[in-house]
């Protein structure tokens, strides 16, 4: 497990939208703990029994005063208009907040780059933007990610393998196909599908590297990009000894230099960023490339029965 647990009390800025508010009750259903929202102008309202607050100073101090909680248990989920999701995370941030999970997407690059940066300054970690979030299945869960609770539950289970995706909808499907065959998860996150994120599959790894509870992981990966190759590199340089199994989805973009794809947002011009380029440079790293869905849970297997 990384990134949070069950002691991790959530706060959602921008409780007070539809979608806030939709996936405020999945998480509540499934057991996350979410104390407070925020939504600025709105404070005194509830949503589903969440209290909401005007600004995030506030739900912290009132949080921490009715359970006697410390600012480090503290996991910010951002759902707001991208216009505003800058000033958003930089208030959490202010205020000590070391999780920001965003799934806000269409945010303005060069305002995606100054939250990572201060993120950064601050030692914070951010995920996404565009995430649908992170789960550590029967613990917590954070974000949109899997849908309602029952959902969850039955694509999710506890377990060794540990799941890092571009795609949140893919994050679901591979953990579901592991869970279908008894291979259990450790902590699945959807880093987002913008091409600027928080934190990549390079970012991630280490963290699955210290966890005494991940076996290995599995990466689904799209064109454009180069976390994948840098990752690759990391793995050579650092001898990583932790397997892991990835599949690149959407191969046919190889033949279409040039031509924008999917909610990526990423352009391949050349090799760099290709699928091709990311699966050679895998090989060469000795990461165990899937060449379909289908082949994930043997080439798990392959390592988890050794």
Known sequence: MILADENTRLIVQGITGREAATFTKNLL??????????TPGKGGLEVYGVPVYDTVQEALERSEQRENLKRTQFASIISVPPSVAKSAAFEALDHDIKLLVIVTERI??????????????KRARIIGPNSLGLISPHRIKIGMIGGPAEDVRKAYSPGPIGVMSRSGGMTTEIANLLTLHGIGQSTCVSIGGDPVVGSNFLDLLPLFEKDPETRGVVIFCEPGGTAEERLAEYVLEHRVSLPIVAFVAGRFADEMPGVRFGHAAVIVEGTKGSTRSKIEKFKEAGILVAEHLSEIVPLVRSFLDS
């Open 29 to 38: 259903d499934y057991g996350s703990k979410v104390v407070a929202g925020v």
């Open 108 to 121: 303005p690059r060069r305002d995606v780059i100054e939250m990572v940066e201060y993120a950064e300054e």
